[in-house]
């Protein structure tokens, strides 16, 4: 180990997208700063090989120094020990690979050995060729198109301020990297960083620890993070990496959690107030009576929308989590929505023509005056991969008769477009949306199915047992399953046909443990498992196997937790 949290740091910037992309490297992990928005792109770091799988082996293990110049942008050169390498971040493209020491002739000999951070020099004209190499407290000003060192120094001799400012960094640095927008630089070492200005070497802040008041996320990134757990009758984390658990200081009873997709905020509901929870200040930011019941809320991409049903309201609440503030309340209504004439299947050429009911049959619907059994908390919404459609499970009932339904409801014009009849086989329990927005998996109390979300047609039915929970690994290639039935394990199943391609074992001794939720880690390395005897499986996505067990000391569980980094 380094020593350092941070043992690379660079930025390129992707003039295609607009977007400063820095790019924080931990042992052999990586994972992506958004300078624009002062935020994690990644809620979680991912391996470097994983990330990038081009890179050599040894370079898999972790890098030493990075460095990103205006001329090469986005070409980067990375470093580990005495080899070198070019790489594109953007593609993951590998060139050049090298020693330092034939690469950048000159240097001496303890920086051709390793090299601890780098960065552009300042200047203009032949200047922008130049950079900044450190190892230990040396500092060699290097020339590029010669290529020659132009100045050996000390740290402290080129950094103005940096004995008053961060007198350790004097001795050495672990990263260091700059913003391309603002012209300011970072130096990193051990746990903290110093802060300032690229044109004049100048350091104008003075060292702080690298936590979420300045870097939000980012060291989260690299740990295991939390679940929370609704136990004892308020939320619990558990950390992932120690298997402690301790009450979460929110101050206020919680129902389900729920967090946000960067994992910083933790959504509660208790009886008619709605509450968020800042996970990086341990603040509470919130308390609402005015949105409540957000149970099972879901989000946009951009966490910028939650999308619940309310059991107050009955209707698909569209809310803005800041405020927070309900930004609309779609009524939620049934009709025979299907398409006419044949279904076309999933070998099709495209999808069959739509029928959208006319806007009469949205008023003449029937409304869903009620919630039935078979939800512990709330109907299940899911969205489609863009962001335009969600999709609601019901249970209602007409005349004596039970319905099941998913209601397709379009979120720019805020209204149910159709219906889609499911099997009768009790409520809707979850329900995952395909990569490509096709195919809706659903779990039902008493089956299993999936719409073909083009024609309306029952793609597979019953293929997969009965299930509580099931989710979508996050590249979509697996879709994993809680049997309904005690010690069921977790399934893992095929997304094209539930063919069951394995059993996990979930339970300490190889029993195969009863599952109560699921969730994902934001790459998929790993799943979490609430159990049903009170406490979370870890499982390695990859290798399909329960890699441990932790258990809460908490009496009472709820049937759901949240997952966060923080």
């Known amino acids: 180990m380094s020593g350092h949290v941070i043992d690379a740091f660079f930025t390129v910037t992707d003039e295609k997208e607009g977007l400063r992309i820095g790019y924080a490297v931990q042992g052999g992990r990586i994972a992506r700063w958004d300078w624009t928005g002062k935020r994690m792109y990644d809620v979680d770091a991912v391996p470097l090989a994983q990330r ?3 890179l050599p082996e040894a370079f898999r293990q972790g890098i030493d120094a990075a460095l990103t110049t205006q001329a090469d942008n986005p070409w980067t050169w990375v470093f580990r020990g005495p080899q070198c390498l070019m790489l594109n971040p953007l593609d993951g493209s590998v060139a050049q690979v090298s020693t330092i020491a034939a690469r950048f002739p000159g240097l001496p000999a303890a920086f051709a050995q390793g090299i601890d951070a780098a960065l552009p020099a300042p200047g203009v004209g032949a200047g922008v060729n130049e950079v900044y ?11 590029l198109r010669v290529p020659a060192p132009v100045e050996v120094k000390t740290i402290a001799q080129v950094w103005t301020g940096l004995t008053a400012k961060a ?19 970072y130096l990193f070492r051990g746990g903290d960083y110093t802060e300032g200005t690229l044109a004049d070497t100048t350091i104008r802040e003075n060292a702080a620890a690298v936590g979420n008041a300045a870097w939000p996320g980012l060291l989260p990134a690299f740990t295991r993070g939390h679940v929370i757990i609704w136990a004892d009758g308020r939320p619990v984390a558990l950390d992932l990496e120690t298997g402690q658990s301790e009450q979460v200081p929110t101050g206020v009873l919680a129902g389900a959690p729920v967090t946000s997709p960067d994992g910083r905020y933790l959504y509660l ?5 709605f509450s968020c929870y800042d996970m990086a200040t341990a603040q509470v930011r919130w308390h609402s009576t005015r949105v409540t019941d957000g149970r099972r809320a879901v989000f946009s991409r951009d966490g910028g929308r939650m999308y619940f049903v309310s059991k107050s309201t009955w209707k698909l609440n569209v809310v803005d989590p800041a405020g927070p503030d309900l930004v609309a309340e779609i009524g939620l209504h049934d009709y025979d929505g299907t398409r006419e004439g044949e279904a076309n299947d999933l070998d099709g050429d495209g999808p069959a023509t739509r029928s959208t009911p006319p806007d009469e049959a949205q008023e003449n619907g029937q409304p869903l005056s009620e919630f039935l ?12 991969p863009d962001g335009a459609m969600a999709y609601v499970g019901f249970h209602f009932r007409r005349l004596g008769d039970d319905i099941y339904r998913i209601l397709e409801v379009d979120l720019e014009q805020r209204k149910v477009l159709q219906t889609f009849h499911l099997l009768d086989a009790g409520a809707p329990l979850d329900v995952a949306i395909d990569a490509g927005g096709r195919i809706a998996h659903v ?6 199915c999936a719409i073909d979300l083009y024609t309306g047609a029952i793609a597979w039915q019953d293929v997969l047992p009965p299930c509580r929970a099931m989710k979508l690994t996050p590249d979509g ?4 399953c809680l049997p309904a039935a005690d010690r069921g394990g977790v399934l893992v199943a095929a997304s094209d046909g539930h063919t069951v391609l394995r059993r996990i074992s979930l339970g300490a001794g190889n029993g195969l443990g009863t599952g109560l939720d699921l969730e994902f880690n934001h790459f998929g390395t790993y799943a979490f498992v609430l159990l049903g005897p009170g406490g979370v499986a870890v499982v390695d996505v990859a290798a399909r196997r329960t890699t441990v067990n932790h258990y809460v000391s908490f009496p009472y569980l709820g049937p759901r937790f949240a997952y966060t980094t923080y």
């Open 52 to 54: 990038w799988p081009q």
């Open 133 to 143: 190499f450190f190892s230990g407290s040396q500092c060699v000003r290097y020339d």
């Open 167 to 185: 007198p350790e960094f004097a001795h050495g640095l672990g990263a260091a990297t700059v913003d391309p927008g603002t012209g300011k630089c």
């Open 269 to 273: 509901t208790y009886n008619d107030r």
């Open 373 to 384: 059994p078979g939800w512990q908390d709330a109907p299940p919404v899911a969205l489609s």
């Open 443 to 448: 779990a039902q109390e008493r089956g299993t």
């Open 477 to 480: 290639g697996e879709l994993w």
